[in-house]
Every structure is written in structure tokens, then in C-alpha cells.
């Protein structure tokens, strides 16, 4: 029994490292995450998933606005040189 609760205390402890911020490219509706990990600060950088090329963009924080049930952080794409907003779904 002992095992068991150590194996289940393990995934629990565990299951919130793999989450990401799930949010949408407002330019081009396209689906982003923001992995666990990232601190979302302005003038940070920050790595972001972009669905529609499959890749990991590094992208640098310009702005964090909160707007009703999501936050939109602007950034600079490092990658492309373009500017993006993202609308993030907001976890309060």
C-alpha cells in the first residue's frame, strides 16, 4: 500500500509539470502553447509552440495585457522578425 500511494503521489506531483498555457495566434488564429516553465515577463524570453509550422519559436515578451477571461502578450518572434499577439486562456 505504501508503494502505491508513493507512485501516486509521484503522477500528481508530476502532472502539473507537463501543462502549458494554452492560447491562439490572433493574426492568424492559429493554436500556441507556452510551456510550464516559462516566466512570462516583459523583456523575457520566452519559448512558445507554434501548431500551424510544428516548431519552437523563441520569442521575446513586449507586452502582457489582461482583457476580460484572457491575457494577450504581445512579442517579438526571433525567429520570423515578426511582431505577434497571442490571446492566452486565463487560469484564474
Do not use: P, Q
Amino acid at each position: 500500500m505504501r508503494h502505491l500511494s508513493i507512485a501516486l503521489l509521484a503522477i500528481f506531483c508530476t502532472h502539473g509539470v507537463a501543462l502549458a498555457w494554452d492560447g491562439v495566434d490572433t493574426n492568424s488564429g492559429d493554436s500556441v502553447e507556452i510551456d510550464r516553465g516559462n516566466l512570462v515577463r516583459e523583456g523575457l524570453d520566452i519559448e512558445v509552440y507554434d501548431h500551424s509550422t510544428g516548431e519552437y519559436h523563441d520569442v521575446t515578451v513586449e507586452g502582457i495585457n489582461r482583457s476580460g477571461s484572457s491575457v494577450d502578450v504581445e512579442v517579438y518572434d526571433n525567429k520570423t522578425g515578426e511582431y505577434r499577439t497571442f490571446e492566452m486562456e486565463d487560469g484564474e
